[in-house]
């Protein structure tokens, strides 16, 4: 039988890239709601990203969008980041803002507009040089809206031909990770619109091309720690954007929606090698703070995941494989359901206090004053959004 204290070494290797632009303003068609204390440049994200890591010690990197948090001099940004004690992770390209992109990016039908984005991702990839980053990220806006709108087919050759081009330019261990989204806001096809589209060109591209699998992305009723396992069984699964949704893709606490679908999948990454030593499986969070303060909100998505990977990693695996080798449907079940109703919840205090944490990150954020601290010190100037 699992216990506790034999799965503490394991989780003692979690960590968990979070989003510059989770701390920035965002929200829904309709309206984006502006909040006290939201940063105004990308030195202040990194600050707020830096507190959650100081007080989960869960989030040591954070992961760049361009153009959003274009700066002069990315080298002294990463000093920066260091200072306070996190790196900076991925980076996110941007071809779905520029007005040039209304038809597409990297599958426009226009030689000069695929061009302009496959340049910005080159673009990109000089950040990674400045930054150390290992990541790009590509996730693409593009497809159509209408039947007979656009050549689907030759918008997947453009497409492979604007990855290799960006592909080639990668160096040392640099990786190029593509994102896909079933729908939006392309709603008749989308060019990447599944994990077969992306491992498709990621095969074609070679060895450091890996796919993105966003939790939000997917149809009602996808089994995704299903997708989850074949990714991993073929080595391409390069990196998560954990998030939840309702209906769609609502960027939404990871967890919030189903905390039992987290659990299902993170059972998945750690029977699959995508955890821990040698994996290379970059575990990141993908959301949308609209009502919610954007640091507590953070907090509460990292220490989500970690005690969902508790409830993943005390699973009596040994139990388990021989209800299944028996034909025991039922016990099977019983037991796989047992971990994850685990409440390992004050057993994960006195873990954070073990390693010089505070027990309950939430409340000692609530006590310790940086959010009416950064509400009275940022007054002024432009709040940090999508554009």
Not at 313 to 335: C, H, K, M, S
Request: glycine residues 10%; charged residues 25%.
């Amino acid at each position: 039988m699992t216990t506790f204290d034999t799965i503490t070494d394991r989780l003692d290797q979690l960590a968990i890239e979070v989003p510059s632009w989770a701390y920035g303003n965002s929200g829904t068609r309709f309206k984006v709601f502006g909040t006290p204390g939201t940063p105004r440049s990308i030195e202040e994200k990194i600050a707020d990203a830096a507190a959650v890591h100081r007080f989960t010690g869960l989030a040591p990197t954070v992961a760049l969008h361009i153009p959003w948090d274009v700066v002069d001099d990315f080298g002294a940004l990463r000093r920066y980041a260091e200072d306070l004690g996190v790196g900076l992770g991925t980076i996110n390209s941007n071809t779905f803002q520029d007005d040039a992109y209304k038809l597409g990016s990297l599958t426009h039908a226009d030689p000069k507009v695929r061009a302009m984005a496959v340049q910005h991702n080159l673009d990109c990839i000089d950040v990674m040089d400045a930054t150390g980053s290992r990541d790009l990220k590509i996730w693409l806006a593009d497809g159509s809206n209408y039947p007979g709108q656009a050549d689907m087919r030759a918008r997947q050759e453009w497409l492979a031909e604007g990855l290799a081009q960006i592909y080639a330019q990668l160096s040392g261990d640099q990786r190029l990770v593509l994102e896909y989204k079933f729908f939006e806001p392309a709603f008749y096809h989308t060019d990447v619109p599944d994990w077969g589209t992306s491992l498709v060109h990621c095969l074609e591209l070679g060895e450091r091309a890996t796919v993105c699998l966003d939790t939000g992305h997917h149809a009602p009723g996808t089994n995704i720690e299903f997708i989850v396992a074949q990714l991993l069984r073929l080595g391409k699964l390069g990196s998560f954007d954990f998030n939840s949704r309702f209906y769609a893709d609502d960027d939404l606490i990871v967890g919030a929606a189903d905390p039992f679908q987290l659990y299902r999948i993170l059972v998945e990454v750690v029977r699959g090698g995508g955890y821990g030593d040698g994996s290379e499986v970059a575990l990141m969070l993908d959301q949308c703070h609209n009502i919610e303060k954007k640091i507590p909100g953070q907090i509460r998505s990292v220490l989500n995941v970690q005690e969902m990977l508790a409830r993943a990693l005390l699973l009596d695996t040994a139990a388990l494989d021989a209800a299944r080798t028996e034909g025991d449907v039922l016990g099977a079940n019983q037991i796989f359901m047992d971990a994850f109703y685990t409440d390992v919840r004050r057993d994960l205090a006195g873990y954070r206090e073990d390693r010089g944490l505070p027990a309950d990150p939430m409340a000692a954020f609530a006590a310790s004053g940086y959010q009416e601290q950064i509400e009275a010190d940022r007054v002024g100037g432009a709040q940090a959004g999508w554009n």
